[in-house]
């Protein structure tokens, strides 16, 4: 692809959307991209897009600009804001539906929803920054996966803008539907190397009547595991974690390694599983209810380690987690009983510690069936590292011919997904 | 609209094409350009280049096909015989019915790989087939001579009750897995009404579901991980036992893809805790707008029961003759609804919605005292079918969605297009989810009256897709809907549709002419494809 002359691409990409929005990247959105534009409706992203396969620009959705800073070697030529389609298009609390547009946050959709005491359960760090289509494209999840799934198990319609700037809908806007291909799930977790999507529409779900967070200290990691599975076992609980000592910390508890267990329901049942969690988890828990549990819960969602220099997601069957975990000898924020955790160093000596270590924890997770993703390393360290797992050769040669199918000119987020798609 | 399940047959080879009118980008026309009734079928608005017509004579299962084929599987794995044949002409649709010219029951993934390696070689198309409950003529042969069974594919592999994981190989019966692990608490969620016989691997090809999916998730919220066999006979492993999967979801794509992406040999299905307790209740209302409007009520509460379902006054009496379950015959509609979850909540729930069902209606609510007579409500909605038998010689069962709270609407549509094509509909569904089951009684003998049920069937997809639903809930399109999918999709979401199938498939061998016509191509149907007494 030849050099451009940005200044030109911003005039022809405005010429589409507007000079007033086509605009430079800002601070972390300049890994991901080297101008942005913010078309104002589907019909805008499928000239962008029509416009970027006829130049053989490449362009990728902004939305996961975070996690595309991290993940792109080099920035894509224009990347697609869709911070100015943020409109709820229907919201049907009786049908517990809600079609939004994908530059729809996902803190504002609950914020909508929650005065029908409804919401979309899915809880990433800072949900004010996660667009929908962020959402849906980089598959982010946080503790309530463990009762509410994640967004494949929501997700039941989608619209993108795909090669050939083709409008394409998958799904519909029915809770159960296996009416054609299942084109939620190819787009879930795609990163923007698909197509950009456009829409998306989702099932809610009601908010608990009464919450209820407790938390425990344990003397070590394996006893925390232990009292989780016992827990898990005993009571269905609505969110699980076990943290390590420092996460601890961070989040206000005292200084060892903490199970933190969310549970809900009607007055009968929380007062029943209370008596059943503090029978579990000891006499030294403590419980903090409802406003308390929400703030809590907050905390508990948004901590991502932002600071430290390496994190990477762990995912491997449940009960391989603990000790997958204790031989990683990191920090660990973990969902208990999904088998997925963040795991985290505080430093990180250089480059040569930081491939040694990722290698190391990739190993640890292969040995327990499962993968290694890489979420974030400092700036200094940008680019030293794969941050996906590769799938095994026959599996990654489908992906492939998807990739070849959906995007033939690859100008989608090219070059930065698994095996270099 | 084009009509491709109801074409008409002369027993002479059909080629099928698909026309749409670059004008037009949302309409598609049958263009007719044959005398011999060729209907023109294509997805990119090219009209593709006919083919010559093949001979029926010449059948691509010859003996030496056979022949390679014993070698393989040996005689037990193989069905040849014509009279046996028949056994597997269609599945749980039974309008259209086609035999296929061989049936093979491989014992292991090797055999299937082998067995598909050599039809990929000779370029031979093949229909996978479950235990055939299916409701859309998924596995009906249609251009495809070769039809594969897994069902003594039944081992399960393996369980793992501390990451509540299931190893299993496709052909497991669905209820077997549940047995196998609920001595231990656990369940295997999805539960379709046909859970007694069909397959793990059926269920994944039609991505099932059933009564308890409304709180549980249908299939493709079950299933981490499938060992599949491709067309050209490549065994691929995909996601596993992690909740998280490494690149696109390909599991994602293949759960719910009607056997058109090759055939799963494995999977790794997530496994549930068996709640608690249940309080099961049976509202009975005069009528089934009520019954329908309690459903909102429930569901507008925050309220999720583990199902709602419900029987209108036919059904029930169906039900009643053969099971005599209790259920009121003057009634006009009961729901069935289950609480489940920790006990200590459950009379609270119970009562609310006790208090909701009332105001919205109903005259009557029992709850069922004890297991013994939750079992038997149970027995009577998941055998309601079996009883509709008794009501007429035929019944077509329909599976449309609407979002809940549009079903007073459709119900009450049901009843003018009952009235209008002169024939009786009943409804036994899962109302929670908006998912029904009209019931379309008929008689084959009379061609009329069987051009009506098909008729109004169609009528009752097109109201539901007119109120914001779908096509197909739980049952697939298979052969039965594709002439409809045109009403949700416009061609360029089918001609993505298709480039996402030819990703598994590019040689379109893995049960050809489903879902969505083939793009591009015409399509010899090998096999003349007969409708019921037409």
Redesign the interface.
Known sequence: MKVRDSSELARQFGAIVGDAHVRAPREHESRAASIVAEPRDADEVTELVRKCEADSIALAPMGAARTLAQIRPTPVAIGISLTRMNRVIAY??????VIAEAGLTLGALNDLISAR??RLPVDPPHPDRVTLGALVAA?HAGPL?LSE??V??LLIGVRFV?HEA?????G???????????????M???FGTLGIITETTFKV???P?RYTIASAAFRDAETAFAAA?RLH?A??LIHLEVVSEAVASTLGFSGSPHVIAGFG?????V???QTQVKEILGPQSDLAVDAEASAANERLRDFDAHDAPLVA?I??????LAPCLLQCRAEYRAHAG???AQISLASIAGAEDLQWTVTRWREIAHGG???L?VLRVADEFHNSVRM?????K???E??H??KA??DPRGMFNPGC???G? | MFQFAAAEESGAQNRLHLFRQPAQRSVWQIHETDPNSIRLLDVFGIRATLRAVTNASHSPVDASLIAELREMIGDDGMVLRATELKVYECDGWTMEKSSPEILLRPRNTAEVSAILKLLHRRSIAFVPRGAGTGLSGGCLPLGAPVMICTSRMNRIVQVDYASRRIDVESGVVNLHVTNAVKARGMVYAPDPSSQVACTIGGNIAENSGGPHTLKYGVTTNHVLGVEIVLPDGEIVELGGATEECCGYDLVGAIVGSEGTTGIVTRAMLKLTREPEGHRTLLAIFADVDNATRAVSAIIAAGIIPGAIEMMDQMIIRAVEAAFHAGLPEDAGAVLIIELDGIAAGLDDHARIVTELVRAAGANEVRLARDEAERTILWKARKRAFGAVGRLAPNYATQDGVVPRTRLPDILRAIIEISHRRNLRIGNVFHAGDGNIHPIVLYDERDADETNRAIEAGRDILKACVEMGGSLTGEHGIGVEKMAEMPLIFSPDDLIVMSELRRVFDPDQLANPNKIIPVPGACVEVAAPRRQVAL
Request: include cysteine; hydrophobic fraction near 40%; charged fraction near 25%.
């Open positions: 049907e609390p009786d049908d517990m539906t005491a409804q598959a996966r799934g994640t494949r198990d795909g083709r409008l394409i809908h998958g519909g806007r029915v809770v159960k539907n296996v009416a054609g291909y299942d084109l939620m799930k190819v879930t977790g795609s779900r009601p908010i009547a599975t076992d009571i269905p329901g009607n007055a009968h049942e007062a029943f599983l997601q995912a491997v069957p449940p009960a391989e999904c088998g997925v069936r499962g993968h993703r996906f797992d590769d799938p095994p026959p599996a990654l489908l992906m011919r998807l199918a959906f997904f698994v095996g798609l």
